[in-house]
């Protein structure tokens, strides 16, 4: 495996030698909180890739198995003192053992921190770190995980529920996500199955039992029937909008946007919504046909190569010495995409061709609520039916961006809705890209959890501006409920300033709208 574009031996080793084991990380973290298991918080998995990077430990399935348990929330990057970079330590850690070859990288790093072990007690003071230097579960010398553990910590539940396999995950993040054309077809052919009699087949038998019960607990019948849960309702056309959208009215900026595999299929009608309020701003919308996949989900699942391929896949399509031509901004309208892109400059600084241009690239991506808070005018963003609403910090927009208050002010700003601050409306909702479906039982109780607090808050309607996030949600409302509407930010604003209460759209004959996709209803 290549080692270009990961941090260096001396950059791991910082990154490490800033944790100085305060334990301050483990309140925020949702899988310690459930788990109560120390390689499953991130100080545990810090420990583990030290040891790893040292060479006193082979990175087996165990330790596999915790880097994954982690949701990647970055909750606990907000609550580090010392500023441990916490994200890239679990990346480069994934890297090691999802793509084949992950080992070559071990060699690479680990003479340079073999040292480390002794200079580490040698040169740091006493502190509180120190009565946490290995600690329960964590192997203090050589071996692997697997020669220490053997069983499951048990805590999540006695049957565990089957995920998705490894091989559908590698298939998705290596050939389809790269192509465009191939996530819609994709899309399309799960909106063909949402609507036709062959889901209904299987939901009346191999989902349900003979006299209609719900599937035992830990088959593969109760993994697929949550899957089925969690489909969402598909809209009739997909994104597929002209290149450049005019302002409307005189021209203030000139904004890309990314359009995003889920957003573009999935949140169609989201997409529109998002270019109508920017075109409202005095957006010129420029969206480039080049563009691909954020990388985000690459990034996150131990494919770093495929998301640097896409990275410059998008530097290259919006770059301002291309078609594109000069935009003062790229806005993205889902957290974990913004979030990734933001992070081009890091993924590709070992990469001397493109490392400028990268780093150029991710100073100019912007959360489209961010500067949509900057533009839009400070006056009343609308009315829509008086509603309760309370809001939903994505993840990666809240720890990994760390932007909060634009959202929550321009929901402040439209009249009828009346904003309620849910409880730990920063704590994730078990979504955290596709770790609903590889780790469905945290998942589960991770959710159940999230709508017990919204169900606090009384609101009649829960923002989020994520799409995970969203689809998440309300699959939640209709396992756990209270039975609450989950929408995003854009689709809301959108809809406040139409004045009446309808759906969020384009203006008729604006020129935004999708075009038809292929009809397999």
Same mark, same amino acid.
């Given at each position: 495996?290549?080692? =270009?574009?990961?941090?260096? @031996?001396?950059?791991?080793?910082?990154?490490?030698?800033?944790?100085?084991?305060?334990?301050?990380?483990?309140?925020?973290?949702?899988?310690?909180? #459930?788990?109560?298991?120390? /390689?499953?918080?991130?100080?545990?998995?810090?420990?583990?890739?030290?040891?790893?990077?040292?060479?006193?430990?082979?990175?087996?399935?165990?330790?596999?198995?915790?880097?994954?348990?982690?949701?990647?929330? #970055?909750?606990?990057?907000?609550?580090?003192?010392?500023?441990?970079?916490?994200?890239?330590?679990?990346?480069?850690?994934?890297? $090691?053992?999802?793509?084949?070859?992950?080992?070559?990288?071990?060699?690479?790093?680990?003479?340079?921190?073999?040292?480390?072990?002794?200079?580490?007690?040698?040169?740091?003071?006493?502190?509180?770190?120190?009565?946490?230097? =290995?600690?329960?579960?964590?192997?203090?010398?050589?071996?692997?995980?697997?020669?220490?553990?053997?069983? $499951?910590?048990?805590?999540?539940?006695?049957?565990?529920?089957?995920?998705? +396999?490894?091989?559908?995950?590698?298939?998705?993040?290596?050939?389809?996500?790269?192509?465009?054309?191939?996530?819609?077809?994709?899309?399309?052919?799960?909106?063909?199955?949402?609507?036709?009699?062959?889901?209904?087949?299987?939901?009346?038998? #191999?989902?349900?039992?003979?006299?209609?019960?719900?599937?035992?607990?830990?088959?593969?019948?109760?993994?697929?029937?949550?899957?089925?849960?969690?489909?969402?309702?598909?809209?009739?056309?997909?994104?597929?909008?002209?290149?450049?959208?005019? @302002?409307?009215?005189?021209?203030?900026?000139?904004?890309?946007?990314?359009?995003?595999?889920?957003?573009?299929?999935?949140?169609? +009608?989201?997409?529109?919504?998002?270019?109508?309020?920017?075109?409202?701003?005095?957006?010129?919308?420029?969206?480039?046909?080049?563009?691909?996949?954020?990388?985000?989900?690459?990034?996150?699942?131990?494919?770093?190569?495929?998301?640097?391929?896409?990275?410059?896949?998008?530097?290259?399509?919006?770059?301002?010495?291309?078609?594109?031509? +000069?935009?003062?901004?790229?806005?993205?309208?889902?957290?974990?995409?913004?979030?990734?892109?933001?992070?081009?400059?890091?993924?590709?600084?070992?990469?001397?061709?493109?490392?400028?241009?990268? @780093? @150029?690239?991710?100073?100019?991506?912007?959360?489209?609520?961010?500067?949509?808070?900057?533009?839009?005018?400070?006056?009343?963003?609308?009315?829509?039916?008086?509603?309760?609403?309370?809001?939903?910090?994505?993840?990666? $927009?809240?720890?990994?961006?760390?932007?909060? %208050?634009?959202?929550?002010? $321009?929901?402040?700003?439209?009249?009828?809705?009346?904003?309620?601050?849910?409880?730990?409306?920063?704590?994730?909702?078990?979504?955290?890209?596709?770790?609903?479906?590889?780790? /469905?039982?945290?998942?589960?109780?991770?959710?159940?959890?999230?709508?017990?607090?919204?169900? %606090?808050?009384?609101?009649?309607?829960?923002?989020?501006?994520?799409?995970?996030?969203?689809?998440?949600?309300?699959?939640?409302?209709?396992?756990?409920? +209270?039975?609450?509407?989950?929408?995003? #930010?854009?689709?809301?604003?959108?809809?406040?300033?139409?004045?009446?209460?309808?759906? =969020?759209?384009?203006?008729?004959?604006?020129?935004?709208?999708?075009?038809?996709?292929?009809?397999?209803?």
């Amino acid at each position: 495996m290549s080692t =270009a574009g990961h941090p260096d @031996a001396s950059a791991i080793a910082g990154i490490l030698d800033k944790c100085v084991h305060c334990g301050f990380c483990l309140s925020a973290c949702p899988t310690y909180d #459930l788990l109560r298991e120390e /390689p499953d918080s991130p100080r545990g998995r810090i420990a583990l890739i030290a040891a790893v990077a040292e060479g006193r430990l082979e990175p087996g399935d165990r330790f596999a198995l915790h880097m994954y348990r982690c949701v990647g929330c #970055l909750a606990c990057e907000t609550a580090c003192p010392a500023g441990v970079e916490y994200g890239r330590l679990v990346e480069w850690a994934r890297a $090691l053992v999802g793509p084949p070859g992950g080992a070559a990288l071990v060699e690479a790093v680990a003479p340079a921190l073999a040292a480390r072990a002794g200079s580490r007690a040698e040169g740091r003071a006493e502190g509180p770190g120190d009565q946490a230097q =290995a600690p329960a579960g964590i192997p203090a010398e050589g071996g692997t995980m697997d020669d220490r553990e053997t069983a $499951l910590p048990g805590r999540v539940g006695a049957a565990p529920a089957p995920s998705l +396999p490894g091989w559908a995950v590698q298939a998705a993040l290596r050939h389809v996500l790269p192509h465009p054309g191939r996530v819609r077809a994709a899309a399309a052919l799960a909106r063909w199955f949402s609507r036709s009699w062959l889901r209904r087949q299987i939901q009346q038998g #191999l989902l349900a039992g003979p006299g209609g019960e719900p599937p035992a607990p830990g088959t593969i019948a109760a993994s697929l029937a949550r899957v089925d849960a969690m489909l969402p309702e598909f809209p009739g056309r997909f994104f597929d909008p002209p290149e450049v959208l005019p @302002a409307l009215g005189p021209r203030r900026y000139r904004v890309g946007l990314l359009s995003g595999c889920v957003m573009g299929t999935l949140f169609a +009608p989201s997409n529109e919504a998002t270019v109508t309020l920017l075109r409202r701003a005095g957006c010129e919308v420029v969206i480039p046909r080049a563009q691909t996949c954020c990388g985000a989900l690459n990034v996150h699942n131990g494919d770093p190569e495929g998301a640097r391929a896409m990275a410059r896949r998008n530097i290259q399509a919006f770059h301002p010495d291309g078609p594109c031509g +000069p935009l003062d901004a790229v806005l993205v309208n889902a957290a974990g995409c913004g979030a990734a892109m933001k992070e081009y400059g890091h993924l590709l600084a070992g990469d001397p061709e493109w490392a400028e241009a990268a @780093a @150029a690239f991710a100073a100019r991506v912007r959360d489209v609520t961010e500067f949509l808070d900057e533009v839009l005018p400070e006056t009343t963003l609308g009315r829509i039916e008086p509603c309760r609403a309370t809001y939903q910090d994505p993840c990666h $927009l809240a720890h990994g961006q760390g932007v909060r %208050s634009a959202p929550r002010r $321009l929901l402040a700003r439209i009249e009828g809705l009346e904003l309620v601050e849910m409880p730990g409306s920063d704590r994730c909702c078990g979504s955290a890209g596709i770790y609903n479906l590889v780790q /469905p039982e945290i998942s589960e109780r991770m959710l159940a959890a999230k709508m017990q607090a919204v169900a %606090s808050t009384g609101a009649d309607l829960v923002v989020a501006p994520n799409p995970g996030c969203i689809l998440q949600l309300r699959y939640g409302a209709q396992r756990y409920g +209270p039975p609450v509407r989950v929408e995003h #930010l854009v689709d809301v604003l959108a809809r406040a300033l139409e004045g009446s209460g309808a759906a =969020a759209g384009p203006g008729a004959g604006d020129g935004s709208r999708s075009r038809e996709g292929p009809s397999h209803g």
